[in-house]
């Protein structure tokens, strides 16, 4: 499926593999190498705005495994971002762990939370869950304000410059590196984790909880899987990040973000590894729109609607996927690609 006319798989391995042809592997081997030369032609706005999509996917491709393939709604996922971020802030900044320890502790923290969290979901669903996890958001945030003493409450918590066998990491270029790394490797788990026994077990439960029970499959176990898996993958998004700002504050992890990541999702694709990618990018360079045309909407209308500019556009690219294009990029992507595989005969790709 998806191949070129010519190409087919002699066995089961084949099926399964991640690359399943040269040209992937090429197209994958091209993209790695243009992502490594980005901080030899790119300015250092350019690699914020780079890095900061690169902490984004990771986050998302979190919240894609709880919520995309398991069909369990998250509303906070900024919150267990939260969790591993400060987790991580205070090994390094009070306790003096080196970064590299730091950051899956941060992740497994994240993941503990989400297990914790996850528990209503064994006996409640769809906008009760919803409710639950924005609960969730809310005491986390809670939480980390009143252990002011650890985590520096409402004024926040500087964090020690991020090194790594002597390396610095406070150059853009190199936190960069470090980033696109985690992204590569997130990617990579998260399209595998699918593929796996409990990532079936996911989209059984996502598509019908009833039929996968009577099927012998462990709703219990394998929903608190996908909130241990998608938080960890939370938590070591909030890493990067806070080490990426050198500060820990609450207010990196807004409410709000966790409905744009789940924005990200629905104009990605949900329920797609390369949609959670998509769905990044496309809102992160709407944000860069937005602040560019912001100062000329100020000028030429009024300046309350330029403060606005990024909600509405960001909601009303929400609204019209949901109604336009309810299965993402990733979906017309698929479209495009069969389009020309199939070309002369295109017209199948549509059936």
Known sequence: MGLRTGTFHENYAEEMATFNSRLRWGLVAALIVVLFLCPFFLSDRMLTILTTMGIAVVSV????????YCGQ?????????????????????????????????????AGIAGLLFGLPSLKIKGFYLIMA????????????????????????????????CGISLTSKANYYYLVMFFVVLA?????????TRAGR???????????????????WSYKLQAFFIGCIYAGAAGSLLVHYVRFASIEQFPFMDSVW????????????????????????????????????????VAPQAAASLALISHGLIIIIFLIFEPRGLYHRWEMIRAYFRLWPYSHEASE
């Open 133 to 164: 996890t924005i609960a969730a958001q809310f005491i986390i945030i809670w939480i980390i304000i009143q252990l002011r003493s650890i985590t520096g409450g409402t004024d926040g918590l500087l964090v020690p410059k991020p090194t790594i």
């Open 201 to 219: 077990a996911f989209i059984a439960i996502r598509d019908n909880e009833v039929a996968a029970e009577v099927m012998g499959v462990s709703l």
């Open 261 to 300: 990541y789940l924005g990200m999702l629905i104009v990605g694709g949900m329920g797609s590894t390369a949609g959670a990618i998509f769905g990044v990018i496309a809102l992160k360079l709407l944000d860069e729109l937005v602040t560019v045309s912001g100062p000329i909407l100020a000028a030429a």
């Open 61 to 68: 491709h979190g919240l894609n495994i709880l919520t995309g």
């Open 187 to 195: 990617t990579i788990t998260a399209h595998n984790i699918v593929r």
């Open 73 to 109: 709604i998250s509303m906070g996922h900024s919150g267990f971002m939260a969790v591993g971020g400060y987790t991580s802030a205070i090994l390094c900044a009070e306790l003096g762990w080196p970064f590299w320890a730091a950051l899956p502790c941060g992740a497994l923290a």
